[in-house]
């Protein structure tokens, strides 16, 4: 079965810092993994995901992940934070079709960009 | 682009009333997801559809129900509403073979009073 944890609920960052958002995950097959940001009372946009291939992928709004299967990773980074960056971020596994398909989430981390 | 629509946007129901929620996938996707999103919380699966058949239950309550139907749109009943329903209800689509990834509506959100 697969899972997926999140570490730190809640973010604090300076605006123009570092964003780095933990996400660990458990599967017995190689995942793929997605990082969705969640605004005040709307869906779910997905920021980028990872299948296969590179393990650095590129999303929207300049962040980026990296998986690192050694360390069963998926950590969600941007170089520069934006106040338009505070939200809530959600790490998700998706199950093998012949389990579903359906997206595991993690708990959440809540951003927080501060001026 | 179409993305995924969901109505309504937010509905009030009183307890034991029934709600209908509705989802219209992104055009050609026959994969369909519903999940739950309580308060603080994060998005719990409750069932999904391929080919309007279920493909897969979550911890979705007796007391609901969903299925899809031939234009690929689906519907969450919910009856004998409890106030521990309120939530937002998102669904989710996908081409299920080709694009793993799966698309958001806006969800519903639904109060139960």
């Known amino acids: 079965a697969q899972s997926v944890t999140q570490l730190g609920s809640h973010v604090s960052v300076s605006e123009g810092a570092l964003v780095l958002l933990r996400c660990n995950y458990s599967?017995?097959?190689?995942?793929?993994l997605f990082w969705y940001v969640q605004y005040p009372n709307q869906g779910l946009q997905l920021l980028l995901k990872y299948t296969t291939g590179a393990t650095l992928v590129k999303g929207i709004n300049g962040f980026e992940a990296e998986f690192k299967k050694s360390e069963t990773s998926f950590h969600l980074t941007k170089p520069s934070a934006h106040m338009s960056d505070a939200a809530e971020y959600f790490c998700a596994v998706r199950t093998f079709y012949n389990q579903g398909g359906k997206l595991i989430f993690g708990q959440g981390t809540e951003l927080s960009v501060k001026p | 682009a179409a993305g995924v629509i969901q109505s309504p946007r937010h509905l009030i129901k009183e307890k034991r009333e029934t709600a209908t929620l509705k989802c219209y996938p992104i055009?050609?996707?026959?994969?369909v997801y519903w999940y739950q999103q309580g308060p603080g919380q994060d998005p719990q699966f409750l069932i999904s559809f391929y080919e309007k058949m279920q493909s897969d239950k979550g911890s979705i309550p007796d007391r609901f129900s969903a299925q899809q139907f031939s234009d690929y749109h689906s519907e969450l009943n919910m009856s004998s509403l409890e106030l521990g329903d309120s939530a937002l209800y998102f669904c989710?689509?996908?081409?299920?073979?080709?694009?793993?990834?799966?698309?958001f509506g806006q969800g519903t959100r639904l109060t139960v009073v």
């Open positions: 055009p050609r996707h026959d994969t």
């Open positions: 599967s017995s097959v190689p995942p793929y």
């Open positions: 989710a689509s996908s081409l299920s073979t080709s694009r793993p990834a799966a698309f």
